[in-house]
């Protein structure tokens, strides 16, 4: 059993900051791919970021990159995006994935299996 619960999402203007949170429960010790994914109205769903909880191993969409840092803190089981210099078009929906063993980059929903409830970001200009 795998359960994710999101927190962290809001509104905030244009340049600002949005940390994202993740609490991972889980009943193994297995190693996970976990990442973030977002959708927009009228828009696919979109690989965010990811991380492989083994190697340690990170996977950003070049439409992130240099302003997204997805971290994970081991002992609390919580996964984190660190969303910098945000843009009118970052605002989306926003949902923490898991899946057991390695991680496969680009992020592709489907090798997920486990998906949190998602968080909204909205970003004003």
């Known amino acids: 059993q795998v359960t994710l619960v999101e927190s962290g999402g809001g509104e905030v203007q244009v340049g600002g900051s949005l940390r994202l949170s993740c609490a991972l429960t889980?009943?193994?010790?297995?190693?996970?791919?976990m990442g973030w994914f977002r959708r927009s109205p009228g828009k696919e769903r979109e690989g965010v970021a990811a991380r492989y909880t083994g190697s340690g191993a990170t996977y950003y969409a070049d439409s992130v990159k240099g302003r997204f840092t997805i971290s994970r803190d081991n002992i609390k089981n919580m996964l984190y995006l660190q969303m910098n210099s945000l843009k009118p078009e970052d605002t989306a929906m926003y949902y923490c994935?898991?899946?057991?063993?390695?991680?496969?980059?680009?992020?592709?929903?489907?090798?997920?299996?486990?998906w949190g409830q998602g968080t909204q970001v909205t970003v004003s200009s």
């Open positions: 889980t009943s193994t010790s297995s190693s996970y791919c």
């Open positions: 994935a898991a899946d057991r063993g390695s991680c496969y980059f680009p992020s592709r929903a489907d090798d997920f299996g486990y």
